[in-house]
């Protein structure tokens, strides 16, 4: 068996999203995992997706840009560090693909998903180097913004 990258966090370090969701694991995970779902819920509206390309494998990119109401546009460059269909999707921004090693690290995030009744339970665990990372990803608005994506993921794949 592969080891597996812990998702118990360090409240010092890390930021925590954790709630079930009423729709069942296979949407959440499709919602993860095909790039034509990403621009219906990734980014907080009225933020969007201006690109996205993924490479759901480990080793495999994770790429999108975001652009604010106003225009301006953020590039994002990640990595996949482990995927378990249905159960579990890691990656890194202090890995290019193909494991390179970033230069900007942000954060890790650890998403995982369980059968929970009809819907998911869903937790998404973001991991920071050091503790002004995480205050500053606090700051930016992880609470609200990482919610009010997994309220447009559920919105979205209920269309489904």
């Known amino acids: 068996m592969t080891p597996s990258l812990p998702d118990t966090p360090d409240p010092k370090l890390d930021l925590v999203l954790e709630r079930v969701v009423d729709v069942p694991v296979n949407l959440v995970w499709e919602a993860w995992t095909k790039a034509e779902h990403l621009p219906h819920w990734f980014v907080p509206a009225p933020w969007t997706l201006a690109e996205c390309e993924i490479d759901v494998r480990p080793g495999g990119m994770l790429r999108f840009v975001m652009r ?6 953020f590039p994002h460059v990640g990595c996949y560090l482990e995927v378990v269909p249905n159960q579990r999707l890691v990656w890194t921004d202090a890995l290019l693909p193909g494991y390179r090693p970033s230069s900007q690290p942000f954060f890790t995030a650890i998403i995982t998903m ?10 998404a665990v973001a991991l920071h180097k050091d503790e002004p990372d995480r205050a500053r990803h606090e700051q930016m608005g992880f609470a609200d913004g990482w919610s009010k994506c997994l309220d447009q993921l559920v919105a979205h794949m209920r269309k489904k």
């Open 114 to 123: 369980k059968p929970e009744g009809t819907g998911t339970r869903y937790k």
């Open 68 to 73: 604010s109401p106003e225009g301006k546009e």
